[in-house]
């Protein structure tokens, strides 16, 4: 059985003087390793992105984490100094494969910036700098040059029972989870549900309400340590066999 392909669209990046489609190899990692599928990188593409083809020919969708920010013209405010930076190229696939992924019941997993691209997908709306809140914690990346200090596992999120998350991670309760964010969910998106909050409130995990197929996106990092810690092995072994089961239904009814 060949494996199952997941399409992950990529960040716009400059390097060495030229315009770069580029994504973190730890999310090809946990999807090849422990998803155990074979991820199609989507070039970020400001116009002709032709999101039909894509979807037609993979078994999912990976929505990764970026530094840069969805721009607020997509969930309806002018944008401020503290919104940036801003991939245009990456809004314009993931928006419009985010939805279509859903009412196809492609199987989606959004990761940080991807559950707010899914928020933002579904008609929800954004809050930028939250650290600067009342009451809210410092979500943002440590100021390290370290990868593994950068994601370190160091917040304690808690799981709702009953949810989808807790399905796949076997449990409901607290959870520790790594954090490197400034945005986060502001007016959840009406198709969505809350899956998981921080202590202080911030929606760490959603998934969408009556979806055809796995859609659960999550604030935190789980690719990064998807090989060695329990609940972001779990998730992507949850993720990964929803791929298989949605890739067989294929080709039942090809
Ligand atoms: N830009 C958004 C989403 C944050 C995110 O996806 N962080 C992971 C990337 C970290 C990095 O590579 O720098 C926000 O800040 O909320």
Redesign the pocket.
Known sequence: MPLPIVAIPADTRILEGAVWHAV?GQYVNATLKVAKAMPLLVPALEEHADVEAVLDRVDGVLI??????VHPLLYGRDATDKDGPFDPGRDAVSLPLIRRAIERGIPLLA????I?ELNVALGGT?ASEIQEEPGIWD???PETNDADE?YSIRQTINIKEGSCMARFLGHAGTVQVNS?????ISKIAPRLQVEALADDGTIEAVSVIDAKGFAVGVQW?PEYWAETDNPSRALFEAYGQALRDYAAAKQVTA
Do not use: D, E, V
């Not at 990764?64 to 920010?69: F, K, V, Y």
């Open positions: 973190k990764s984490g970026s530094p840069s920010n990761i940080c910036r991807g707010q954004l979500h943002r990346k950068a490197l964010h400034r945005q986060a990092h």
